[in-house]
């Protein structure tokens, strides 16, 4: 497992920036595949299973077929994987808790408190 920590800057669409750091983990092109075919196959069973449900599925088979050619895509793009990480809201200055996620840069995540964006950059 390769992890790293990445220093990063804060901000809620204004000059106010604040520092935290996240923990990522990066992906080799295996793991880039073998993510992609699950989220494929994931997608595509559902459509499977909406075959079954009447009427509804002349919508559904279709959108969860080309939803898995979507997330699939995105999840080979990924650069690897937000594991952990931590920073303040610019604008409230309370602790904002970075989710696990995809890592595509810009991150946002919503702070609890002011419920505004904030935006995650590299420093």
């Not at 009447?54 to 895509?73: E, R, T």
Request: proline share 4%.
């Amino acid at each position: 497992m390769n992890t790293e920590r990445i220093e990063i800057l804060a901000n809620v669409s204004d000059d106010r920036r604040s520092e935290g750091h996240i923990i990522i983990q990066h992906f080799n092109k295996a793991e880039k595949t073998r993510t992609a075919i699950k989220k494929l196959a994931l997608f595509w069973g559902i459509a499977l299973v909406s075959v079954l449900i009447p009427v509804f599925h002349f919508v559904l088979v279709p959108l969860f077929f080309f939803l898995g050619f979507y997330f699939a895509h995105r999840g080979y793009k990924s650069d690897g994987l937000v594991l952990s990480g931590a920073t303040t809201c610019p604008h409230c200055q309370n602790p904002v808790e970075i989710k696990k996620a995809q890592l595509n840069w810009p991150l946002s995540e919503i702070c609890q408190n002011c419920a505004r964006v904030v935006r995650i950059e590299k420093k």
